[in-house]
T-cell receptor
């Protein structure tokens, strides 16, 4: 089956620093990847759609200058949380769907727990 | 306004009991998905329902899609502690780059006590 890998699984950073999270599709190509954020005991909320070779599309209320997304290849998207603050602490999850597939199934990474201190 | 209304939000039961989780909407969907998520991990797809009135079974889990394709339910028979987790219903975007873009319900946190 399709595998999506996120790195790191968890990270602790100081307030004001930036953190990069990687999302890789290991055995398929993904033109589109999605980034979600999940607070404790809550559901997943879509932050942005990452498009290979073009700008990401952000959901309403998500600051594009704070959450930088780069999708430079068909197997890698990165999310950089810039100038992180404690309120950015959350579980960040990416998903990817296979390029040129009519299947709507998207495969999820294992998530990244970000703690800003 | 939440696109998918999921209930209950919390469910705490004893091993062996049955339970049902509901996912309702006023919108019609071409398909609906159910996921299970364990703490510290990403969601895992359990099933996709496509046809109105469809019933799918996965061992002790039974999934139903409403006739009008506006609602769905997940029924677990004889729950076990291993069923503990967050259950999420979700619908996908309609087309183009929206394929794979999911909108989730609020989720149901299920705890099954031994």
């Amino acid at each position: 089956g399709a595998v999506v890998s996120q790195h790191p699984s968890w990270v602790i950073c100081k307030s004001g620093t930036s953190v990069k999270i990687e999302c890789r599709s290991l055995d398929f190509q993904a033109t589109t990847m999605f980034w979600y954020r999940q607070f404790p005991k809550q559901s997943l909320m879509l932050m942005a759609t990452s498009n290979e070779g073009s700008k990401a599309t952000y959901e309403q209320g998500v600051e594009k200058d704070k959450f930088l997304i780069n999708h430079a290849s068909l197997t890698l998207s990165t999310l950089t949380v810039t100038s992180a603050h404690p309120e950015d602490s959350s579980f960040y999850i990416c998903s990817a769907r296979e390029s040129d597939s009519l299947n709507t199934e998207a495969f999820f990474g294992q998530g990244t727990r970000l703690t800003v201190v | 306004t939440q696109l998918l209304e999921q209930s209950p939000q919390f469910l705490s039961i004893q091993e062996g009991e049955n339970l049902t989780v509901y996912c309702n909407s006023s919108s019609v969907f071409s398909s609906l998905q159910w996921y299970r998520q364990e703490p510290g991990e990403g969601p895992v797809l359990l099933v996709t329902v496509v046809t109105g009135g469809e019933v799918k079974k996965l061992k002790r889990l039974t999934f139903q899609f409403g006739d009008a394709r506006k609602d769905s339910s997940l029924h677990i028979t004889a729950a076990q502690p291993g069923d503990t987790g967050l259950y999420l219903c979700a619908v996908a975007g309609a087309g183009g780059t929206s394929y794979g873009k999911l909108t989730f319900g609020q989720g149901t946190i299920l705890t099954v006590h031994p």
